[in-house]
């Protein structure tokens, strides 16, 4: 298991809710040197299947489309889950779509190995109800800028837990820094 997980909710036949899976395929190109670190995932479920999928992990990014409203389409926002914790009241839940607060909260309860820190891209999008393929033009315009972020992301976390980039042969490697303190802590 990696350290980090980029996981791109939504469903590919659903219009602007295809940005999700799309990102993270645009991700995957990007971070071929970075595999043994970072594993990429898609996820058209929603619900308990999430709570596999992040656990385990030390760092995690999502990616889904977001009907807000008050932003246009192709707008990035960028969210923590407890920004989603006055749903848990609010919002009634299923199987099919647990809300992310209570996802969680249900992880932690069964004893899953939860992320320390989770990242959430929402894309606003337009139409998530039409049949295609295809995003609508503003939100297919984000997928780079939010491949780059993502890509930003990434490298901070890299550095923040004490990888660092090495050239070997041209390619790009990352290796553990040797710890400051004693017995590897």
């Avoid at 315009?141 to 050239?167: P, R, Y």
Wanted: charged share 25%; with cysteine; glycine share 8%.
């Amino acid at each position: 298991m990696s350290s980090y997980v980029v996981i791109g909710l939504g469903n590919l036949l659903l219009c602007d809710d295809t940005i999700g899976p799309l990102v993270v395929r645009n991700v995957e190109k990007r971070i071929e040197h970075l595999r043994h670190m970072v594993d990429i995932e898609e996820n058209d479920s929603g619900g308990l299947d999430l709570l596999d999928l992040v656990a385990d992990h030390r760092r995690v990014v999502i990616v889904d489309s977001i009907v807000t409203g008050t932003a246009p389409p192709g707008t990035i926002h960028r969210f923590s889950p407890d920004v989603f914790h006055h749903y848990r009241a609010e919002t009634p839940c299923s199987l099919h779509g647990l809300n992310l607060p209570t996802l969680f909260e249900m992880g932690r309860r069964l004893g899953y190995d939860l992320p320390e820190e989770i990242v959430i891209f929402g894309i606003e999008a337009s139409d998530v109800h039409t049949f295609s393929e295809t995003p609508t033009t503003s939100v297919k315009a984000a997928l780079d800028d939010v491949g780059d972020k993502i890509m930003e992301l990434i490298d901070s976390w890299i550095l923040q837990d004490g990888f660092c980039k090495t050239n070997h042969y041209q390619k790009q490697q990352f290796q553990r820094l040797p710890s400051i303190f004693p017995n590897g802590r």
